[in-house]
């Protein structure tokens, strides 16, 4: 055992640095991290892919990043957040990872220019939020589209009547799906955006009585 880990094994020592010192708790073993912005060893090179001469501790995996980030001038800088986001499998863990380094390192630099690059960053995220959004909603209205359609295509072949027990029957079981599709999609975006813009509150389709289940088979004869 190294001498430093002995001394941060005794909870009295191990304190009583933090308080002279500081304390870090980052492993010490080089390349443990989640490679948000993808990385390469050997000879730095002028594209977008971070370079190191070995395997980086964390620290100066992250430090890095944003090193890099502050060496590009307006809408390159964009490109090169554009270039990691779009290869990180996990698009909503990546903008989260990016917004909470951007605050952190926002209230703690005290270079304008720098704070400048930090804000088009923030602006970067935002944008790709609401893109991921408006991209679930147009998934959202497709599969609605899509439910509906099937039902309305399963009526006409079963030749159903507004008044009959099969036609309650279709009906409740589009607006089941269609409740389950919403409730999963709502739960997908609460996950990945609940620390960026907040949380969504998911809801739950019903039809309570006759009146509305009649109102849904109007809708299907109108469509």
Same mark, same amino acid.
């Given at each position: 055992m190294k001498w430093k880990d002995r001394l941060l094994t005794n909870f009295f020592l191990r304190n009583a640095i933090a308080d002279i010192w500081? @304390?870090?708790? %980052?492993?010490?073993? @080089?390349?443990?991290?989640?490679? %948000? *912005?993808?990385?390469?060893?050997?000879?730095f090179q002028k594209d977008e892919y971070l370079y *190191?001469?070995?395997?980086? %501790?964390?620290?100066?995996?992250?430090n890095e990043i944003f090193n890099k980030l502050c060496g590009y001038v307006g809408y390159d800088a964009i490109k090169y957040l554009d270039f990691h986001y779009s290869s990180f499998p996990d698009s909503w863990e990546f903008l989260r990872f990016l917004e909470y380094e951007i605050a952190e390192r926002i209230k703690t630099t005290p270079s304008k220019s720098r704070l400048a690059k930090y804000q088009v960053a923030q602006g970067c995220v935002s944008e790709k939020v609401q893109e991921l959004k408006a991209q679930q909603q147009n998934q959202l209205k497709q599969d609605i589209h899509d439910e509906v359609q099937a039902g309305i295509e399963l009526i006409v072949q079963a030749h159903l009547t507004p008044s009959s027990k099969e036609l309650e029957d279709q009906v409740d079981a589009i607006t089941r799906r269609l409740t389950?599709?919403?409730?999963?999609?709502?739960?997908?975006?609460?996950?990945?955006?609940?620390?960026?813009?907040g949380s969504f509150v998911t809801g739950n389709i019903q039809l309570?009585?006759?009146?509305?289940?009649?109102?849904?088979?109007?809708?299907?004869?109108?469509?």
């Open positions: 500081g @304390r870090s708790e %980052y492993s010490r073993t @080089r390349g443990n991290f989640t490679p %948000y *912005f993808q990385y390469r060893i050997g000879t *190191f001469s070995k395997e980086p %501790y964390i620290v100066q995996y992250k389950e599709k919403v409730e999963n999609l709502l739960d997908e975006t609460e996950k990945g955006i609940r620390n960026i813009t309570n009585n006759r009146i509305h289940k009649e109102k849904m088979v109007q809708l299907f004869i109108l469509l």
